[in-house]
């Protein structure tokens, strides 16, 4: 680098700490409106920059690729996600992504629990009740009845860090750990979470009670809850999905909910941007599905950390080195996903 101190421009506003932090280190250029920077501004503010610190809210095409500056080597996604990025374009044009994997485990685990339980026992239903003027009718013995989840099945679709964070939660709450994926687990994972493997998300939907998402969104797990596996699961089961919009057939999952077939579904993805699907809106408000704004990692803790791996990432970089969390491409060797 040519510079005494690289140019690192931040496409989104972070925690002031990590701010602090890269403004000391960096000559760092932030976006403090905080609105998402539309293609020609980000390609503009990146002029002459050594590294982009994008996010989720920023899509980084083949197109915004092939206008960044020569001197752009690095793409540094404060997130665990990158669907976003063009990793493959990217790569072919000698620029380096990385992201930020492991921080955010435990919150997300964390909030995908909150969502097992959500449908079953009714949560944002009761919670409604008391919003309208403070009453309610009281206690009865059939009134608000949700269900049991002791005893019920769950089936994870990614035994990955946080696939396996939730297994340990859901194993606590009593619930039978099933699970799927692309290899199965070691004996020794398997026997602590006391886990059945599946080798088929179609054998496994048929008989778990709740199905939790957790694996990256590529080409093999695009819509891996299609329509027609949709219709495998049991009658009264439950979605959950705190990873990516595009594993799920979200107008097939509306028709299922909305026919009786499936009890709900707790999302905190959605396929639309700028908006959630109006059936499951619409769902939403007959108490059949609960929704949250993408709060899985929304902790200040895991948000710091997330800064923080950003800048190892960065200064790994910026010294020669291969970044500790790079991405590369699907299919190749070494692909953090």
Known sequence: MTRARPKVVVTRRLPAPIQERMAALFDAEFN?????????????QARQADVLVSSITDRIDAGLIAALPPSLKLIAQFGNGFDNIDVEAAHGAGITVTNTPSVLTEDTADMAMALILAIPRRLAEGARVLLKD???PGWAPTWMLG????????????????????????????????????????P??????????????????????IVSLHTPHTRETYNILSAERLKRMKKGAVVVNIARPELVDEAALAELIASGHLLGAALDVFEHKKGVNPQLLALARENKVVLT????????EGRIEMGETVIVNIRTFLDGHTPPHRVLPEGRLGTNA
Not at 32 to 44: F, H, Q, R
Not at 199 to 209: K, N, P, R
Not at 293 to 300: F, W
């Open 32 to 44: 403090e409106t905080d609105v998402p920077l539309s293609a020609e501004v980000l390609i503009g």
């Open 134 to 136: 403070g009453t309610w």
């Open 147 to 186: 269900q049991r989840i002791g005893g019920k099945a769950l089936g994870i679709v990614g035994l990955g860090r946080i696939g396996t964070a939730v297994a340990r939660r859901a194993r606590a709450f009593g619930l039978e750990i099933h699970y799927c994926g692309r290899t199965r687990k070691p």
């Open 188 to 209: 020794q994972v398997e026997e602590a979470l006391n886990a059945r493997y599946w080798a088929s998300v179609e054998e496994m939907l048929a008989h778990v009670d």
């Open 293 to 300: 704004p993408h709060m899985g990692s929304a902790t200040l």
